[in-house]
């Protein structure tokens, strides 16, 4: 078990460009959320995979956002046209079953200039 | 709606006191509580969780909680601060939506000083 990662650890962007993240959730963990924390606050719910079907999108995900699951493994998240308000740490984390733990990766800090 | 309050977005203590961190919840079903550490620049550590259980829920480095339902709350404590235990501490409810998945609702956490 090595845990849930997350590539890039910190990403510099101007505004106007795309960033893609990637997670790397724990094998055989077939439940997926993304998180967003903003400065001075706890991780706001983005959206849920469970295997390859993406079952739930805050309203905080605006149409510039997208995430996939392909193949029930790994998952990205992009920003397309990305803003300065997009500067946040995003977290992704897996879980095995509906009311079981979720455990977090690392994040990836965006930096919108 | 359900939602959590971690009262004190700032907590000083001395090392070797005790720690004691609030957070009370809103919840219209039975609830699922969790608390999690983050150090800077890093992710979410589990401490523990509460799931139905017994109410004193005995977690990672020492810290514990106990439900307490009819003051609907979650305290985390630690008889005796460590230096290493300066971080920020977020508690959190799962509750279930529609779709059969359960989503975190987490507090604006606290952040925990230790000095000597």
């Known amino acids: 078990d090595t845990g849930v990662s997350q590539d890039p650890r910190h990403k510099i962007t101007k505004r106007g460009q795309n960033v893609t993240f990637r997670c790397d959730p724990i094998?055989?963990?077939?439940?997926l959320y993304w998180y967003r924390q903003t400065l001075g606050q706890g991780p706001e719910f983005l959206t849920y995979?469970?295997?390859?079907?993406?079952?739930?999108k805050s309203r905080l995900l605006s149409d510039r956002f997208s995430a996939e699951r392909p193949k029930g493994s790994f998952s990205t998240l992009e920003i397309q046209r990305t803003e300065q308000g997009d500067s946040a740490m995003y977290l992704c984390a897996s879980s095995p079953r509906q009311i079981d733990t979720q455990y977090f990766g690392p994040g990836t800090r965006l930096t919108v200039l | 709606a359900q939602s959590v309050t971690q009262l004190g977005s700032h907590v000083s203590v001395s090392e070797g006191a005790l720690v004691l961190l609030r957070c009370n919840y809103s919840?219209?079903?039975?609830?699922?509580l969790f608390w999690y550490v983050q150090y800077p620049n890093q992710g979410l550590q589990l401490l523990l969780k509460?799931?139905?259980?017994?109410?004193l829920v005995k977690g990672i480095n020492g810290f514990e909680a106990e439900f307490k339902k009819s003051e609907t709350s979650f305290h985390l404590t630690k008889p005796s601060a460590h230096m290493s235990d300066a971080a920020e501490y977020f508690c959190a409810v799962s509750v279930p939506v529609s779709g059969g998945y359960n989503k975190l609702i987490f507090g604006a956490g606290t952040r925990l000083a230790v000095h000597p």
């Open positions: 094998s055989e963990h077939n439940r």
């Open positions: 995979f469970q295997n390859e079907a993406q079952l739930e």
């Open positions: 919840s219209s079903v039975p609830p699922y």
């Open positions: 509460y799931t139905s259980a017994a109410t």
